[in-house]
């Protein structure tokens, strides 16, 4: 985002314009400081640079409600930029005070720059909010904060080393000039505004129009308390700054070489503060962080005057034996923890000040408190004077400071405490689950008729959905939960409308406040997830966002259903502490409900378009963009429980790590002969075996070409010809079990054959090391529209048609299937249906495979009596079958034999009554 701003034309002007204004003013007045510390005759030099910036700050307490008017009146560009042309002929009149040597000369100088900066302060701070989204405002401040601080750096060493001999006075005479040029040629090309209020009468009496806008600032608590913040961080700025020369000096006995690198060192630590607090702000300025920089600010302030309480006072110490010293290094720690809590501190609360601002009057907020800012300092500034005129020590007044800073957490936390455990929130969950949300383009505008319908999987999404939302929603709550433990603490931070259940008309209430425009969350399943995936959608959800007239807002939670904090156990996912959670907002949907229905058929109709638009957000939220050889590394990462998750007749039991680790071994092998991409035959039955064989194909880049062993050599030499086969993968064993002697020498005839139990033997101790190795990264990358399998019709109505199918149509079928269908890990699937179908293939093996839910395979549906009984022995609960097979097991089975199954998939043909009573 910093490069794109810097490169923007609605950004980089105004940035440069700032900054060059910035330096200036820091160039000017840390060469008087010099002058006034090191020069003077009088012996009150210190002072006398505290009453430099009270000049310098006094400005702003006069005539920043004038700078407000006229940046909301006209152009602020235009303003701006007349504005820089003004400040060249201060600058000519700052020159003649250094060629003159005239310290009244050049503090007159100071005060024109200062009237200036008044003026400018509002018209900058207010177009950034005109220039940029909320999303970038953070970062737009945290630049420009950091900019103006490396001005002061640069202005620092610049002004110190300008007149660090008479003979150099030229070269600041003509810095300030030049500056003063760069800053009005950037300034003529900020892009033009329309004005905010071009009907606003302007107040020339600098007294009543301060007062009036203070009045309209003090009429909105939430920005008086705002700017009351900001002012806190520039009092505290300006006395630090003001007292760093004395402070080395009279304490450190400091060259000048020392005062410019503590204050180099505190400029870049503000820096350093600002962009760190921008990089935390996101959506919107992050309020956690104000309390945060404020404790950094207090502890730093009170070290600080317990270092000075200790140090001896040298003789002419330079910059880098005080920064090789133990108290000085100590010291300039203490300066750049001070200063990046400062940065912490400032960036959201200035731009939380901003957002907040309404447009057509938000320049008179920032000129409100440039007013408010420069009577602190100003205040501040002649307060500290007065203490170091009456001889008290350094030390205590930084001591001070350190314990003001402490008092200024306990005011933020009283004023924005609501905002900040929001905030707090949001950086808490970045942090420990890495949250990321996607899709807040597709929220509505605010004023909207919406309600939020996340799916609901651990006890963490409320106050998960309140940190990471953008709007300030409201949450129904269920009152049994209200009343429970864990939920009171969230429940006293948010805005909440308790809802019982056992009382329809509790839900007017919620009714009237989405109709009225306020966004409301609703977990539309009424209880966390015990399956992993959607439960029950409740009606009365649909019915409020229904006779509300509002748009539902769909929002998907993944990975918090893998935190110790779900409802599923260890056998139904992989547990973890602090899972990666990602939030996806999909755009509004307005339920399609039959304006002929009413009463339970309306509230009926309803439920069911909720519960698809919920099942529709599952499916468009789910990992398309993947081969599948990568799903399955995702299923393992998520979903590996350490149990079987394929297992055949013949005993051979695998689980995840052994499957991709199979795969892995035999990939390698499988490469020569093939090439990318291209189709290679699978004639294998239903086993662990095939699902090995399926994946070390997708490994590699092939595509599987499933080829049907019962429709005879005459099809599957068609259907390879179609498919251009020209290798195909198969069995000894197999072929001698199944009979189909007839068949492989008719492929044999045509293609190269390599069985199995040949690649078997060439496996060695190295394969299965380098397939360790490889873990679950693919071999071959291939893109989710890439060819996955080739599947063909029976042959039945003629010449077999080869149909392909990319990664994305496979795992989208199976995000179908699984958004549809009530199955978890602690479900078992037997598969009788061969995977050279598509039911068998994509319901049978990879909806199990990528769900996480074991498999038994087995080779034929045609064993009517020995399927009942491994349902039985293996304790299979879901059975994909056919109608025919279906009804053939039934015939066949014991009473008993099906007791585990609660769910039975038919497909491929119309399923009798006679099976369906079954």
């Known amino acids: 985002m910093i490069r794109e701003l810097m490169s923007s034309r609605r950004f980089a002007p105004l940035f440069w314009a700032q900054f060059f204004s910035a330096l200036n003013d820091n160039v000017l007045k840390n060469a008087l400081v010099i002058i006034l510390l090191y020069s003077a005759a009088t012996g009150h030099g210190d002072a006398l640079v505290t009453v430099a910036g009270a000049v310098f700050i006094f400005p702003y307490f006069i005539l920043s409600g004038l700078g407000g008017q006229l940046a909301d009146k006209y152009v602020k560009s235009v303003v701006a930029r007349r504005l820089k042309f003004a400040e060249t002929f201060a600058a000519i009149f700052a020159a003649a005070g250094f060629f003159l040597h005239s310290v009244p000369l050049l503090f007159a100088a100071l005060a024109l720059f200062g009237i200036i900066a008044a003026l400018f302060g509002p018209v900058k701070y207010a177009m950034l909010p005109d220039q940029l989204e909320l999303g970038e405002l953070a970062t737009g401040n945290a630049l420009v904060e950091g900019a103006t601080f490396m001005a002061i750096l640069l202005g620092t060493v610049a002004g110190g080393q300008f007149v660090a001999g008479s003979a150099h006075m030229g070269w600041v005479a003509s810095a300030v000039v030049v500056l003063a040029l760069l800053s009005w040629a950037f300034a003529s090309r900020i892009p033009a505004t329309t004005p905010s209020a071009p009907d606003l009468p302007v107040t020339t ?125 100590r010291m300039l720690v203490d300066f750049v923890a001070f200063a990046f809590g400062g940065g912490l501190f400032v960036v959201p609360s200035f731009a939380a000040v901003q957002g907040w601002s309404a447009a057509s009057e938000r320049a008179r907020i920032i000129a409100a408190g440039n007013v408010l800012q420069a009577a602190f300092m100003v205040v501040g500034s002649l307060f500290v004077a ?51 949300v996607r899709g807040l383009e597709n929220l509505p505008p605010s004023g909207t008729r919406m309600l939020i319908a996340p799916n609901h999987v651990s006890l963490i999404d409320g106050p998960l959905l309140h940190a990471v939302l953008p709007i300030d929603a409201s949450f129904a709550v269920d009152t049994g939960i209200a009343k429970s433990w864990w939920a009171k ?63 539902v807002v769909p929002v998907r939670i993944e990975g918090a259903q893998r935190s110790h904090l779900s409802y599923l156990n260890s056998s139904q996912i992989k547990r973890s502490w602090f899972p990666r959670v990602t939030v996806t907002i999909l755009p509004p949907v307005k339920l399609p409900v ?38 399955l590394g995702h299923a393992h990462r998520d979903r590996d429980t350490g149990k079987i998750i394929v297992e055949d007749a013949l005993g051979t039991k695998l689980t995840y790590r052994k499957l991709i680790l199979g795969a892995q071994v035999l990939s390698r092998k499988l490469e020569n002969g093939t090439s990318v991409g291209e189709n290679v035959g699978v004639l294998l039955p239903n086993s662990a075996g095939v699902a090995v064989v399926f994946m070390a194909l997708q490994n590699i880049g092939r595509v599987p070409a499933m080829l049907n062993f019962s429709a005879g050599p005459v099809n599957v030499l068609a259907a390879m010809k179609a498919a251009q086969v020209k290798t195909v993968l198969t069995s000894k064993a197999f072929i001698e079990k199944g009979k189909l002697d007839k068949l492989m020498a008719a492929i044999s005839a045509e293609a190269r054959v390599v069985c199995l139990e040949d690649v078997r033997g060439s496996i060695g101790v190295a394969d299965k090391i380098k397939g360790l ?83 038994y395979m087995y080779p034929s549906p045609l064993h009517y009596r020995i399927v009942p009984e491994l349902i039985y022995q293996t304790g299979a609960t879901i ?40």
């Open 879 to 918: 059975l994909f079958g056919t109608d025919t097979f279906l009804t053939g097991y039934a015939r066949s089975a014991h009473a008993y034999d099906f007791r585990t199954l609660r769910l039975v998939i038919a497909g491929a043909e119309a399923v009798k009554d006679r099976t369906r009573q079954v």
């Open 386 to 436: 007065l203490l170091q005129a009456a001889g008290l020590h350094i030390g205590w007044i930084f001591f001070g400071l350190g314990l003001a800073s402490f008092g200024a957490v306990w005011f933020v936390l009283t004023k924005w405490g609501k905002e900040g455990v929001r905030d707090f929130g949001a950086l808490l969950f970045r942090a420990l689950f890495r949250t990321e």
């Open 594 to 631: 039959d304006e002929a229905l009413k009463g339970k058929a309306r509230r009926n109709a309803a439920g069911a378009a909720l519960q698809d638009v919920m099942i529709d957000a599952l499916v468009k939220n789910a990992m398309l963009d993947h081969s599948l050889f990568e799903a």
């Open 489 to 551: 603490p969230f429940l006293r931070v948010v805005k909440h409308y308790t809802m019982d259940p056992t009382k329809p008309l509790a839900a007017r209430d919620l009714i009237k406040l989405v109709a009225a425009g306020e966004p409301v969350v609703i977990f539309p399943e009424g209880r966390i997830t015990v399956s992993g995936s959607l439960m029950k959608v409740y009606d009365g959800t649909a019915m409020i966002a229904d006779k509300a007239d509002a748009v």
């Open 205 to 329: 009496n600098p007294w009543t129009s301060t007062v009036g806008l203070l009045k309209t600032l003090h009429a909105d608590r939430r920005l008086w308390d705002g700017t009351v913040i900001v002012s806190w961080f520039w009092l505290v700025g300006a006395i630090v700054l003001s007292l760093l020369p004395a402070l080395v000096k009279d304490i450190v006995g400091g060259t000048e070489g020392v005062v410019t690198l503590c204050l180099a060192i505190f400029a870049i630590g503000i820096a350093i503060g600002s962009l760190f607090a921008a990089s935390l702000s996101h959506v919107r300025p992050n309020l956690a962080l104000v309390p945060i920089g404020a404790i950094i600010m207090g502890f730093a302030g009170l070290d600080l005057a317990w270092a000075i309480a200790v140090t001896n006072k040298g003789q002419d110490i330079a910059a880098v034996d005080f920064a090789t010293s133990f108290a000085g290094l």
């Open 773 to 855: 190795l490889a873990g679950t990264a693919p071999r071959v990358a291939r893109q989710a529209n890439d060819p996955a399998v080739v599947l063909f019709t029976s042959g039945s109505e003629g010449t077999p048609k080869g149909v392909v199918l990319s990664h994305r149509n496979i795992l989208a079928n199976a995000a179908q299937a699984l958004a549809r269908v009530d199955a978890n890990a602690n479900d078992k699937v037997f598969n009788v249906l061969p995977v050279f179908h598509s039911f068998g293939l994509t319901g049978g093996m990879m909806m199990p495979l990528l769900a996480g839910i074991p498999i």
